[in-house]
């Protein structure tokens, strides 16, 4: 059972960066559709960004052009760099497959103070 482990939550100002870390266990981990997702206080779960094996990324609309996802194949590791943040940010972030076919970690904090 592939558990994914986030890391480099923090509380940051608005305006600051985070670079999030995300750690597999995942055999040919390289052939996987990876997404970051994130659930703030009374809300969905939701989409933030996705890679796929080759490196082609996307990203939803409140992100676009401040965060940055990517992967290291040979570390199973998948990172979100995140730039400009703003309170809207704060939430609990995980990564998991982009299908989801994973169990879900405990994810990482993030919280941005005005």
């Known amino acids: 059972q592939v558990r994914p482990v986030e890391s480099g939550g923090d509380l940051v100002q608005a305006g600051g960066s985070l670079r999030l870390s995300c750690a597999t266990s995942v055999v040919r981990f390289s052939i996987f559709a990876m997404a970051w997702y994130r659930q703030a206080p009374g809300k969905q779960r939701e989409l933030v960004a996705s890679?796929?094996?080759?490196?082609?990324?996307g990203y939803a609309d409140s992100v676009k052009g401040r965060f940055t996802i990517s992967r290291d194949n040979a570390k199973n590791t998948v990172y979100l760099q995140m730039n400009s943040l703003k309170p809207e940010d704060t939430a609990v972030y995980y990564c998991?497959?982009?299908?989801?076919?994973?169990?879900w970690g405990q994810g990482t904090q993030v919280t941005v103070s005005s």
């Open positions: 998991n497959a982009l299908d989801q076919r994973f169990s």
């Open positions: 890679i796929i094996s080759g490196g082609s990324a």
